[in-house]
């Protein structure tokens, strides 16, 4: 769409002044839209998932046409099952947004001591992710790798109603799959690091298990926090700069445990509708830049002017967070938003995102 | 220059900056917003929306339009089906209101004010005023609204065997439309409309262009001259689908000063412009090329497009050649208008 103002930053300088602190022309407008870029350039949606080549350009064109910052991202929530030896599905029918799954890697006890680490030349879709990440290289994107939050694979090798039993009755059986999951993800990220330079890498950490929909706060302090702040500094360890958070769904309460939370300097925590930016700036605002936080489900059913309100009081709110904001959606772009909301959010950030 | 400077300018045959971008979008601007493709139908308030958004969504030229879908079917007494199903567009015949040859006798012109889609469409022409937007009612085509009214195969048979009732038909058709633009006129004023004669039926697919010269073209005609005497000065004509054979009979039709003239892709832009140099042409990037191809593709017929139309004297929209199909990418529409940024700006 065309600006209402001159641009003063490309998109790629936009992100890059964004990260390292420096001062920028408007809010960048971050693509949280996987499944609705297929739609937007018709495609099968299972695409985005199965074909980084066809990923890769739905995402482009679609970015080019709402006017989207940062660059096309490769990943989804149920990651960690296939990686361990389960099964997902593309997604297929009309109701399906992303990769779901079929078997879990455990359904024991015993299954729990037997699962081993995976290759993360091989394992899953880490190929896909990896041919992935060379197109984001080549055009000069940021090379941002997506997982699921350490309890999320955890919940994606075995069934999450187990998991949350064992949390109680058999924690130990837990702290084994977390730290299998820990440890996973600091082998694909120095694969990454290893192959891009840690410098240029983005890890991007998706915790939607962790939610107090699912765990209690004193839960999230046992099973997540250790295990993410293990990740974290060893992520940073390798030179990488920034780590993404998505903190999705109602985490309200596991905020002061997220303030400790390695992600570099600058982090970026992007929040889930249920908090408010006020609250994530109070917590968070200090060492990260805030995204957030549209409310999928109106993004999807509402009318263009709830959406179009519903940005200006978040660009409006986000735009006092001291170290930067995003606008973006609270979670996933639903693949069947009709086009003129999303639409509504760029122009939301046209008529009130500029910084003077 | 905004869109809407950019619409008056061409009207007022004066230079502009860039070609504009005209919609042609029922269904695909309900699936742009969200709505059903029926409510953009039966809904002139979603009609309006829908299209308008679309329009904004897309940058295209500040008008929008509402046909009512078979136009000419209900205001009659045919039964309609509703795009209910995956695979529907628009609204489409069921039962034609004319079965037999005593019914055209009987057929009279229904009252404008109350028949069939009429007053959702005099709803939408409220709106369209209370934006300030040009005001749009159906001034043809004769023969698609006779289709609608007899079913076309019936005419088409009658217009070989008995071509007195096809003449009927024509002659109800013709002081319909008349009545209709007097309806508006009296309510609007002549100033803003841009009236819409949309002629798919009268295609070289289902009529010669003899059969055009004899049921088509005198009505037709009478139809724009009578609008130009209330005082309207542009007619909106959608020349649909292969019509090459008819273009000296459609020249022969006033158009307006400028009329805008739209063509379906079967009809080379230039061979337009010859036969209408006075008009604004429009057109015209094959619909199914928008739904089903790549978007190179689609940039690549809005190139050719653009080239053929900025040459034209009159001025020139680039749009699709018919209605965009309502399960076409968003991301192809959007590409149009990126052709127009690459390559229709006037030095």
């Not at chain 2, 309510?187 to 009236?195: D, K, V």
């Amino acid at each position: 769409m065309p600006a209402s103002r001159q641009e003063k930053m490309t998109k790629k300088e936009r992100i890059d002044a964004l990260l390292k602190g420096q001062p920028i022309d408007h809010v960048p407008f971050y693509p949280f839209v996987l499944g609705f870029c297929a739609r937007n350039v018709g495609y099968p949606l299972s695409v985005i998932y199965s074909d980084p080549a066809r990923s890769w350009e739905a995402q482009l064109w679609t970015h080019e046409e709402y006017g989207f910052d940062w660059g096309p991202i490769y990943g989804y929530a149920s990651y960690g099952t296939w990686e361990f030896g389960g099964e997902v599905k593309m997604p297929q029918s009309a109701y399906e947004q992303a990769p779901t799954h079929i078997t879990f890697p455990v359904q024991t006890e015993e299954g729990v001591y037997r699962l081993e680490l995976p290759d993360v030349k091989k394992a899953g879709c880490l190929p896909l992710a990896m041919e992935f990440s060379r197109l984001q290289e080549k055009q000069g994107t940021p090379i941002t790798l997506i997982f699921g939050g350490n309890f999320t694979i955890a919940g994606n090798i075995c069934p999450v109603e187990k998991l949350c039993r064992w949390m109680i009755r058999k924690p130990e059986l837990a702290h084994h799959i977390l730290q299998l999951a820990t440890d996973h993800i600091v082998d694909a990220v120095k694969y990454w690091a290893d192959t891009y330079g840690g410098e240029q890498v983005i890890a991007q950490i998706w915790e939607p298990l962790a939610s107090n929909d699912i765990i209690s706060p004193k839960q999230f302090e046992t099973f997540v926090l250790p295990y993410m702040q293990e990740s974290g500094n060893k992520i940073l360890g390798m030179g990488v700069k920034h780590i993404f958070y998505h903190i999705c769904g109602e985490q309200n309460l596991n905020l002061p445990y997220w303030t400790q939370m390695p992600m570099g300097d600058l982090g970026i925590c992007s929040i889930g509708s249920q908090i408010e930016i006020a609250t994530a700036i109070k917590h968070l605002g200090t060492k990260a830049i805030i995204a957030g936080n549209i409310e999928p489900n109106i993004l999807q059913t509402g009318p263009p002017q709830q959406v179009y309100r519903l940005c200006k009081e978040i660009i409006e709110a986000g735009k006092k967070a001291p170290r930067g904001f995003m606008l973006m959606s609270g979670c996933e772009t639903p693949p069947e938003t009709p086009p003129y909301n999303v639409y509504m959010m760029r122009k939301a950030i046209e008529d009130f995102g500029w910084y003077d | 220059m905004t869109e809407r400077e950019r619409l008056e300018a061409l009207l007022n045959r004066q230079q502009v900056d860039r070609v504009a971008f005209f919609p042609i979008h029922g269904s695909f601007a309900a699936a742009m917003v969200g709505y059903s493709k029926v409510d953009v139908y039966e809904n002139p308030e979603m009609a309006f929306w829908a299209r308008l958004r679309t329009q904004e969504m897309f940058g295209q030229v500040e008008r929008v339009s509402y046909s009512g879908g078979a136009f000419g079917a209900r205001e009659f007494g045919s039964e309609v089906k509703m795009p209910t199903s995956e695979y529907s567009m628009t609204i489409s015949l069921l039962k034609a209101a004319v079965q037999s040859e005593e019914d055209v006798w009987k057929l009279k012109v229904p009252d404008v004010k109350t028949a069939g889609v009429l007053p959702m469409m005099m709803r939408f022409s409220k709106l369209q005023a209370e934006y300030g937007l040009p005001i749009s009612f159906n001034s043809g085509g004769i023969l698609t609204i006779a289709g609608y009214i007899a079913g076309v195969e019936r005419m088409c048979r009658w217009m070989i065997r008995r071509p007195e009732l096809v003449h009927k038909l024509c002659r109800i058709v013709t002081d319909f439309l008349v009545a209709i633009a007097e309806y508006w006129v009296e309510t609007f004023g002549p100033e803003r409309m841009i009236p819409g004669t949309l002629a798919p039926t009268e295609a070289n697919q289902i009529i010669s262009p003899k059969q055009f010269e004899e049921f088509c073209l005198p009505y037709q005609k009478e139809v724009h001259e009578k609008l130009f005497g209330l005082g309207v000065k542009h007619i909106f004509t959608h020349v649909c689908g292969e019509q090459n054979l008819n273009l000296p009979l459609w020249a022969q039709i006033p158009m307006g000063d400028p009329g805008i003239v739209s063509f379906g892709n079967e009809v080379d832009l230039e061979t337009a412009s010859k036969y209408f140099p006075n008009d604004i042409i429009m057109g015209n990037v094959e619909p199914a090329v928008i739904q089903t191809g790549t978007p190179e593709q689609v940039y690549e017929l809005s190139r050719i497009c653009l080239q053929k139309g900025k040459k034209h004297p009159s001025g020139f929209f680039l749009g699709p050649g018919c209605d965009i199909p309502p399960k076409s990418p968003p991301y192809n529409v959007w590409t149009m208008r990126k052709a127009i940024n690459d390559f229709g700006w006037y030095n």
